[in-house]
């Protein structure tokens, strides 16, 4: 069966390190077997059709890749188009009235227990606010994620121990789902 893919590459092309050219990601996931590749931005997106893998053979596959041409480790997170587009679909924040540097994405590799965040205080966070949903946090930061506390405590290593997290902005993760689609 094909289906549609986005990759989503964490820590690339960020302050003049690590620099994976959206050219040659092209290039390498085309020389991978994939079809229809297409990036977004600079900051390590690309959609691409797959007749073989799933999500987590996808990612390994990619990562491995990149490791061979670049010669530095990228940790990657691949998931399809139904996915992408549940994920727009179930936000608990109202996104229509929001703008999209105050609205953000992160997701995981895998499943995220709440207790993760339990010891959290949330409302000494207000009126910033996360929720989690399907291998994701959603996280509304007001002042956009530079100036968020909450963003900040979020992304601290015991939280994410174990798991690839990589944040999106609003405007990429409903065009994510843009790409992916038929």
């Known amino acids: ?10 820590g ?9 050219p959206m050219a040659e990601l092209r290039t390498l996931l085309e020389g991978l077997g994939h079809e229809g590749v297409r990036t977004h931005l600079q ?8 007749g073989h893998g799933d999500e987590e053979s996808l990612a390994a596959e990619l990562a491995a890749a990149l490791e061979r041409h670049f010669g530095f480790g990228v940790d990657v997170i691949v998931r399809d188009h139904a996915y992408l587009r549940a994920i727009v679909d179930a936000c608990p924040f109202p996104a229509a009235t929001l703008e999209a540097k105050q609205l953000h994405v992160t997701y995981f590799s895998a499943p995220v227990a709440p207790e993760r965040f339990a010891e959290i205080d949330q409302e000494a966070y207000l009126p910033e606010e996360f929720r989690l949903g399907d ?3 959603y996280l509304y930061a007001p002042a956009g994620l530079g100036r968020s506390k909450l963003a900040e405590h979020l992304a601290k290593p015991r939280i994410n121990k174990g798991l690839i ?18």
């Open 1 to 10: 069966m094909v289906t549609r893919y986005a990759a989503l590459l964490r």
């Open 12 to 20: 690339i092309n960020v302050g003049g390190s690590r620099k994976v």
């Open 165 to 182: 997290a990589t944040s999106r902005n609003w405007n990429t993760v409903v065009r994510l789902a843009e790409l992916t689609g038929d």
């Open 43 to 50: 900051s390590g997106q690309a959609a691409f059709t797959s």
């Open 135 to 137: 291998r994701a946090l």
